[in-house]
């Protein structure tokens, strides 16, 4: 890029504007957009991981030297972390009014609210599918009522709805994944800035996007063998299902409606059913096809065991543009970090957690939940700690995450915890 200049973090100053590092953004915990230095933590974290960065010389301020000297403002087009120019949120969501969300309440006290919510949602899902599955008509009113309260609580603060539904990973319910998606699109329409009345439609779109599959034959939908042609055409039918189902409940939101119709489209035109390309993807027909996917490959399947969070982001990640709209990706990795509530960890140490709440603005130090010692034995106790607080002792480095574990690692259940 024209204006940026390669900097040893040995030589940055408050003020400057990194737009690059020397190594990929998903091996670090900063945000992908680019962010200003702000105080000497930030310098510190920069050394700590980067022995150069990129310096954009027209977007950085006070401070730095010839850096610092302040300029006029001059208009300038975001870029991708391919270089590429970014497509502005407004651009993406034409005429929707994009306001940022701030945490409103801390995890410990929306944990309860949050659990509440789901277990009323997951009730609600099952009578209202079932009422679908023996012939009768989708209650729309009924199913509306019932996200208000995932929508309130993932507003507040994501970190304690995602927790409460990765414990609920063993078919407790029927409709698992759908209730995965339509939490993990919440947190990307929050992360966007969408309206809240936007949010409830993602939250909708996603439980309905596979309504269809009622009609279709349960054993295709479960085989854990290759389908024949003709039996994946009956699975791919479960879209136009669910559109007559939709009609017939009387909804007319579009963005649900484009939700449903279009899912399984890709950004680069190889999806299904009509082949649709970039544009020509509806906007939340897109999200919806990122979340799908995630929650997807992130839970067991019949034909697939479950990979992890950071696993699945990386993959995300190679199919920007392909399969995904890259702003969009990028944003969702902003949204939900490598390592999300309920992500089994390793940590320095050698001991075992869970991730309990993440920290959106560094996404590799979040408070984790610890389940297991460095010899891999249970502990009689868990207990919280905040990998942001550091180490008490001078004397010993602070924790920090190795790796991202598989799902059931070591034996782990994730439904057995108890907070």
């Not at 001078?394 to 994730?414: H, M, V």
């Amino acid at each position: 890029m024209l204006n940026s200049l390669r900097i040893y973090t040995k030589d940055l100053d408050i003020g400057m504007f990194v737009s690059g590092l020397d190594r990929p953004w998903l091996e670090t915990p900063f945000v992908t957009q680019g962010f200003y230095i702000e105080s000497p933590t930030d310098i510190d974290q920069l050394r700590e991981y980067c022995e150069y960065v990129l310096i954009d010389s027209r977007r950085s301020r006070r401070g730095g030297g010839a850096l610092g000297r302040k300029r006029p403002p001059r208009p300038r087009q975001e870029r991708r972390l391919d270089g590429r120019p970014r497509i502005p949120v407004e651009r993406i969501f034409e005429g929707r009014p994009i306001k940022p969300y701030q945490d409103d309440s801390a995890w410990e006290d929306e944990h309860p609210r949050a659990q509440e919510a789901l277990d009323t949602l997951v009730k609600d899902i099952d009578e209202i599918f079932e009422h679908v599955s023996d012939g009768g008509k989708l209650n729309v009113i009924k199913l509306r009522k019932s996200v208000e309260p995932i929508v309130d609580s993932i507003s507040r603060n994501p970190d304690a709805c995602l927790w409460v539904a990765r414990l609920k990973q063993h078919d407790e319910y029927t409709y698992q994944h759908s209730l995965g998606a339509a939490i993990w699109s919440v947190s990307l329409g929050r992360q966007l800035g969408l309206p809240r009345r936007d949010l409830r439609s993602l939250a909708m779109g996603c439980l309905l996007m596979d309504v269809g599959k009622l009609r279709v034959d349960p054993e295709l939908l479960h085989a854990d063998r290759e389908l024949t042609v003709e039996e994946m055409a009956q699975v791919y039918s479960h879209v136009s299902y669910g559109l007559e189902i939709i009609e017939e409940s009387g909804i007319l939101n579009q963005d649900v409606i484009d939700m449903v119709a279009y899912h399984h489209e890709r950004y680069d035109g190889s999806g299904y059913p009509d082949g649709l390309a970039q544009d020509n993807i509806p906007s939340f027909a897109r999200i919806a096809a990122i979340v799908d996917t995630y929650d997807a490959i992130t839970s067991d399947r019949s034909y697939a065991s479950a990979i992890s969070p950071s696993e699945a982001i990386r993959l995300l990640y190679q199919s920007r543009d392909e399969d995904f709209q890259a702003e969009l990706v990028e944003a969702f990795i902003q949204a939900v970090g490598i390592y999300p509530a309920g992500t089994l960890v390793e940590l320095s140490s050698g001991e075992i957690g869970v991730v309990v709440a993440e920290y959106r603005s560094r996404r590799l130090r979040p408070k984790v939940m610890l389940l297991l010692d460095a010899d891999k034995n249970t502990l009689e106790q868990s207990r919280v700690i905040d990998l942001q607080e550091g180490s008490d002792s001078l004397d010993l480095p602070s924790l920090t995450i190795a790796k991202a574990l598989q799902p059931g690692a070591y034996g782990i259940d994730l439904s057995s915890l108890d907070l």
